[in-house]
């Protein structure tokens, strides 16, 4: 099993950085792809950022492209969100995913492929 404990959520202005944490404690050891998907109120889950085992092949939804970075430090088992230029529309519960996989470079915005997941931590951006 995988714990996966998200932090750095919290409540910023308009236009304000927040930068998430998602540390993996368990069974970690396996090669894995890691994502954030948030959920806002009355939205369903929706996908936000993906990162490959090695770090090096990463995706983005458009609606963060260019905004937020994703980035994993696997010696810490931690993997982050770097959230610049936040909106009201950023508001949300974010969520960290792990899935194991056999590509080093495989990523995936698909949830339903993810093994762990974890509580969530909430955003707010306020105008």
């Known amino acids: 099993q995988v714990q996966l404990v998200e932090s750095g959520g919290g409540l910023v202005k308009a236009g304000n950085s927040l930068r998430l944490s998602c540390r993996a404690s368990?069974?970690?050891?396996?090669?894995?792809?890691m994502a954030w998907f948030r959920q806002a109120p009355g939205k369903e889950r929706e996908f936000v950022a993906a990162?490959?085992?090695?770090?090096?092949?990463?995706d983005y939804s458009d609606s963060v492209k260019g905004r937020f970075t994703i980035s994993r430090a696997n010696g810490k088992n931690t993997v982050y969100l770097q959230m610049n230029d936040l909106t009201p529309e950023d508001t949300a519960v974010y969520y960290c995913a792990l899935e194991y996989v056999s590509s080093e470079d495989y990523y995936s915005d698909y949830s339903g492929g993810y093994d762990f997941w974890g509580q969530g931590t909430q955003v707010t951006v306020s105008s």
């Open positions: 990162i490959s085992w090695s770090g090096g092949s990463t």
């Open positions: 368990g069974r970690t050891l396996r090669r894995s792809a």
